[in-house]
């Protein structure tokens, strides 16, 4: 039977943003992101990161340096028993060098990532939330059929286009999370 996820993006929500963030001494995790993830796996959520990662396609840190932030931050979301389900990355964008230069179905606003995940994880898109800070996030959640997608402030300039809800920290989605079990 397919479950729910809750989706993740990296930057900005898992980890405070940093520009093009690949060490693992410069991790700093978003408030709240440890609480919530605990609550969404009790309540059988699985977790899934999906982030566009340019900084590989642009030559900024390799394919190794992520994979091994990635495992890093596994571990220690597993430690606290939040573990993750799987990340998903795109490391393509249309300013990348080489073979990274191109637009790819899995790069945000596109949803090819969490449908990926979907296939993959067994996943109920129409029970599944995602929570994002850039527009691209909302975009991808809107297109997949996702129940919920929601924005963290603070990034944004401008008012994103499509259906979510504006959240200021990651505690206000514990009530969602908590809707679908009642």
Known sequence: MPTPALFLDRDGVINEETHYLYRIE???????????????????????????QAGIGRGIYTQADFDTL???????????????????HCPYHPQGLGEYQREHED????????????????LDLSQSLLIGDRCTDIAAANAAGLRQAFLLSGTEPTPCPGN???????????????ARNA
């Not at 410069?26 to 699985?46: M, N």
């Not at 790069?107 to 067994?122: Q, T, V, Y």
């Not at 979510?164 to 908590?178: G, Y």
Request: aromatic share 10%; proline share 6%.
């Open 164 to 178: 979510f809800q504006l959240i200021h920290s990651l505690s206000e989605v514990l009530p969602h999370l908590i």
């Open 107 to 122: 790069r945000k606003p596109s949803p090819g990532m969490i449908l990926r995940a979907a296939r993959d994880l067994d």
């Open 26 to 52: 410069d991790v700093q995790w978003v408030p709240g992101i440890f609480s919530l993830c605990r609550h969404a796996t009790e309540l059988g959520y699985k977790l899934v990161v999906v982030t566009n």
């Open 70 to 88: 990635t495992a890093w931050i596994h571990a220690e979301f597993a430690s606290r028993k939040t573990p993750l389900a799987a990340t998903y």
